[in-house]
Protein backbone atom coordinates (compact mmCIF):
# COMPACT_ATOMS: atom_id res chain seq x y z
CA UNK A 1 0.00 0.00 0.00
CA UNK A 2 2.89 2.21 0.42
CA UNK A 3 3.58 2.00 -3.08
CA UNK A 4 0.15 3.26 -3.87
CA UNK A 5 0.29 6.51 -1.42
CA UNK A 6 3.46 7.32 -3.54
CA UNK A 7 1.80 7.54 -6.61
CA UNK A 8 -1.11 9.43 -4.92
CA UNK A 9 1.38 11.97 -3.77
CA UNK A 10 3.12 12.57 -7.46
CA UNK A 11 -0.74 12.52 -9.14
CA UNK A 12 -1.09 15.55 -6.51
CA UNK A 13 1.87 17.40 -7.53
CA UNK A 14 0.80 16.64 -11.30
CA UNK A 15 -2.73 18.09 -10.44
CA UNK A 16 -1.02 21.16 -8.26
CA UNK A 17 1.59 21.70 -11.58
CA UNK A 18 -0.99 20.76 -14.04
CA UNK A 19 -3.77 23.47 -13.14
CA UNK A 20 -2.18 25.71 -10.63
CA UNK A 21 0.66 27.01 -12.24
CA UNK A 22 -0.84 28.62 -15.73
CA UNK A 23 -3.67 29.66 -13.84
CA UNK A 24 -2.05 31.65 -11.34
CA UNK A 25 0.48 33.05 -14.44
CA UNK A 26 -3.16 33.60 -16.56
CA UNK A 27 -5.17 35.22 -13.92
CA UNK A 28 -1.72 37.42 -13.02
CA UNK A 29 -1.38 38.77 -16.71
CA UNK A 30 -5.15 39.30 -16.13
CA UNK A 31 -5.62 41.33 -12.94
CA UNK A 32 -2.96 43.50 -13.78
CA UNK A 33 -3.83 44.16 -17.65
CA UNK A 34 0.03 43.14 -18.75
CA UNK A 35 -0.28 41.53 -20.95
CA UNK A 36 3.06 42.08 -22.71
CA UNK A 37 4.89 40.15 -25.35
CA UNK A 38 7.80 39.25 -22.34
CA UNK A 39 5.05 37.88 -20.25
CA UNK A 40 3.45 36.19 -22.79
CA UNK A 41 7.08 34.67 -23.68
CA UNK A 42 7.24 33.35 -19.96
CA UNK A 43 3.91 32.01 -20.10
CA UNK A 44 4.80 29.84 -22.56
CA UNK A 45 7.75 28.39 -21.08
CA UNK A 46 5.48 27.55 -18.29
CA UNK A 47 3.26 25.75 -20.68
CA UNK A 48 6.46 23.05 -20.26
CA UNK A 49 5.46 22.28 -16.77
CA UNK A 50 1.94 22.11 -17.26
CA UNK A 51 1.87 19.61 -20.02
CA UNK A 52 4.90 17.65 -18.06
CA UNK A 53 2.49 17.36 -14.70
CA UNK A 54 -0.51 16.46 -16.69
CA UNK A 55 2.05 13.78 -18.26
CA UNK A 56 2.41 12.94 -14.45
CA UNK A 57 -0.99 13.32 -13.33
CA UNK A 58 -2.20 10.40 -16.30
CA UNK A 59 0.50 8.12 -15.59
CA UNK A 60 0.21 8.33 -11.43
CA UNK A 61 -3.01 8.24 -12.25
CA UNK A 62 -3.12 4.80 -14.52
CA UNK A 63 -0.68 3.42 -11.91
CA UNK A 64 -3.21 3.91 -8.95
CA UNK A 65 -6.25 2.75 -11.31
CA UNK A 66 -3.96 -0.26 -12.12
CA UNK A 67 -3.53 -1.09 -8.27
CA UNK A 68 -6.54 -1.13 -6.97
CA UNK A 69 -8.17 -3.38 -10.16
CA UNK A 70 -9.55 -0.75 -12.72
CA UNK A 71 -12.73 0.33 -10.70
CA UNK A 72 -15.55 1.84 -13.41
CA UNK A 73 -15.73 5.30 -11.98
CA UNK A 74 -12.21 6.06 -13.67
CA UNK A 75 -14.08 5.26 -16.90
CA UNK A 76 -16.23 8.94 -16.81
CA UNK A 77 -12.38 10.98 -16.60
CA UNK A 78 -11.01 8.67 -19.23
CA UNK A 79 -14.17 9.35 -21.60
CA UNK A 80 -13.66 13.28 -21.12
CA UNK A 81 -9.65 13.08 -21.91
CA UNK A 82 -9.83 14.03 -25.49
CA UNK A 83 -11.30 16.76 -24.26
CA UNK A 84 -8.49 17.47 -22.19
CA UNK A 85 -5.88 17.14 -24.99
CA UNK A 86 -7.81 19.47 -27.07
CA UNK A 87 -7.73 22.01 -24.59
CA UNK A 88 -4.08 21.28 -24.37
CA UNK A 89 -3.28 21.53 -28.11
CA UNK A 90 -5.89 24.83 -28.51
CA UNK A 91 -4.10 26.66 -25.27
CA UNK A 92 -0.06 25.58 -26.75
CA UNK A 93 -0.96 26.47 -30.78
CA UNK A 94 -2.95 29.88 -29.13
CA UNK A 95 0.17 30.71 -27.56
CA UNK A 96 2.78 30.23 -30.01
CA UNK A 97 0.73 31.48 -33.06
CA UNK A 98 -0.74 34.64 -30.78
CA UNK A 99 2.79 35.57 -28.51
CA UNK A 100 2.78 39.34 -30.14
CA UNK A 101 -1.45 39.73 -30.58
CA UNK A 102 -1.65 39.87 -27.14
CA UNK A 103 -5.30 40.92 -27.04
CA UNK A 104 -6.57 38.38 -29.50
CA UNK A 105 -4.68 35.88 -27.26
CA UNK A 106 -6.01 37.23 -24.35
CA UNK A 107 -9.84 36.88 -25.99
CA UNK A 108 -8.82 33.43 -27.12
CA UNK A 109 -7.45 32.21 -23.45
CA UNK A 110 -10.80 33.85 -21.87
CA UNK A 111 -12.71 31.46 -23.41
CA UNK A 112 -10.44 28.44 -22.79
CA UNK A 113 -10.37 29.40 -19.38
CA UNK A 114 -14.39 28.45 -19.07
CA UNK A 115 -13.84 25.35 -20.90
CA UNK A 116 -10.88 24.06 -18.39
CA UNK A 117 -12.75 25.05 -15.43
CA UNK A 118 -15.91 23.00 -16.71
CA UNK A 119 -13.67 20.09 -17.73
CA UNK A 120 -11.65 20.08 -14.36
CA UNK A 121 -15.03 20.78 -12.35
CA UNK A 122 -16.03 17.09 -14.03
CA UNK A 123 -12.92 15.61 -13.77
CA UNK A 124 -12.65 16.45 -9.69
CA UNK A 125 -16.27 15.41 -9.01
CA UNK A 126 -15.56 11.95 -10.74
CA UNK A 127 -12.19 11.68 -8.78
CA UNK A 128 -13.81 12.65 -5.74
CA UNK A 129 -17.20 11.23 -5.43
CA UNK A 130 -16.03 8.33 -7.36
CA UNK A 131 -19.58 7.69 -9.01
CA UNK A 132 -20.63 4.24 -10.00
CA UNK A 133 -22.08 5.43 -13.26
CA UNK A 134 -21.23 2.09 -15.74
C1 LIG B 1 -6.99 16.06 -15.25
C2 LIG B 1 -6.97 14.84 -14.79
C3 LIG B 1 -7.07 14.42 -13.34
C4 LIG B 1 -7.31 15.16 -12.21
C5 LIG B 1 -7.52 16.67 -12.09
C6 LIG B 1 -7.32 14.24 -11.10
C7 LIG B 1 -7.52 14.60 -9.77
C8 LIG B 1 -7.56 13.71 -8.72
C9 LIG B 1 -7.81 14.07 -7.34
C10 LIG B 1 -8.07 15.50 -6.83
C11 LIG B 1 -7.76 12.92 -6.61
C12 LIG B 1 -7.96 12.78 -5.09
C13 LIG B 1 -9.36 12.25 -4.82
C14 LIG B 1 -9.56 11.63 -3.45
O1 LIG B 1 -8.63 11.16 -2.82
O2 LIG B 1 -10.71 11.60 -3.00
C15 LIG B 1 -7.48 11.83 -7.51
C16 LIG B 1 -7.36 10.52 -7.16
C17 LIG B 1 -7.23 9.46 -8.04
N1 LIG B 1 -7.14 9.55 -9.41
FE1 LIG B 1 -7.09 11.25 -10.49
N2 LIG B 1 -7.09 12.98 -11.57
C18 LIG B 1 -6.95 13.05 -12.94
C19 LIG B 1 -6.71 12.01 -13.83
C20 LIG B 1 -6.72 10.68 -13.49
C21 LIG B 1 -6.60 9.59 -14.43
C22 LIG B 1 -6.44 9.77 -15.96
C23 LIG B 1 -6.67 8.43 -13.71
C24 LIG B 1 -6.63 7.00 -14.15
C25 LIG B 1 -6.32 6.56 -15.34
C26 LIG B 1 -6.83 8.79 -12.31
C27 LIG B 1 -6.95 7.91 -11.26
C28 LIG B 1 -7.05 8.26 -9.93
C29 LIG B 1 -7.07 7.30 -8.83
C30 LIG B 1 -7.01 5.78 -8.97
C31 LIG B 1 -7.17 8.05 -7.64
C32 LIG B 1 -7.08 7.54 -6.22
C33 LIG B 1 -8.40 7.42 -5.55
C34 LIG B 1 -8.23 7.09 -4.07
O3 LIG B 1 -7.35 6.30 -3.68
O4 LIG B 1 -9.02 7.65 -3.31
N3 LIG B 1 -6.84 10.18 -12.23
N4 LIG B 1 -7.37 12.34 -8.78
Redesign the pocket.
Known amino acids: MTI ?1 YLF ?1 YL ?2 LG ?1 LG ?2 GITTGAYYLMELSGGWTTDLIRAYWKLLYLELGS ?1 AL ?2 L ?3 E ?2 S ?2 GY ?1 SW ?1 HP ?2 AI ?1 PL ?1 ALAEYIHLTSVRKMMDRPSALRRRLRYLSWYYTL ?2 LF ?2 YD ?2 F ?1 PDWF
Open positions: YFHMFWALLTSGAMWQLPVALSVITIIMVK
